[in-house]
């Protein structure tokens, strides 16, 4: 089975950084396409950035230009450097690698931007 581990929340202040980890029990070659998803209470699972081994990256809307995400395939790891956090960016974050129909998910990192 593979296993996803997310890490590198908290809590910050609005306009603060922070950035978050999800590492892979799994080479990263097996999975084109990883990506980071989040969930706020009352609303469903959005999503937040995709990475392909291609190089290929795709963003929200809510969420371009100030959040970065990255793939280190020698370290089975995805990144998602988060810059100029909003309260609105408060949720818990989930790694995804993509797979059909379901794919694999981590059990999430608690994002909290305070006012």
């Known amino acids: 089975q593979v296993q996803l581990v997310e890490s590198g929340g908290g809590s910050v202040q609005a306009g603060g950084s922070l950035r978050l980890s999800c590492v892979a029990s799994?080479?990263?070659?097996?999975?084109?396409?990883m990506g980071w998803y989040r969930q706020s209470p009352g609303k469903a699972r959005e999503l937040v950035a995709l990475?392909?081994?291609?190089?290929?990256?795709n963003y929200a809307d809510s969420v371009q230009v100030r959040f970065t995400v990255s793939r280190d395939d020698a370290k089975k790891t995805v990144y998602l450097q988060m810059n100029s956090l909003r309260p609105e960016d408060t949720a818990v974050y989930y790694c995804?690698?993509?797979?059909?129909?379901?794919?694999?998910w981590g059990q999430g990192t608690q994002v909290t931007v305070s006012s």
């Open positions: 995804n690698a993509y797979r059909v129909p379901q794919g694999y």
């Open positions: 799994v080479s990263l070659i097996n999975f084109n396409t």
């Open positions: 990475t392909t081994s291609g190089g290929r990256t």
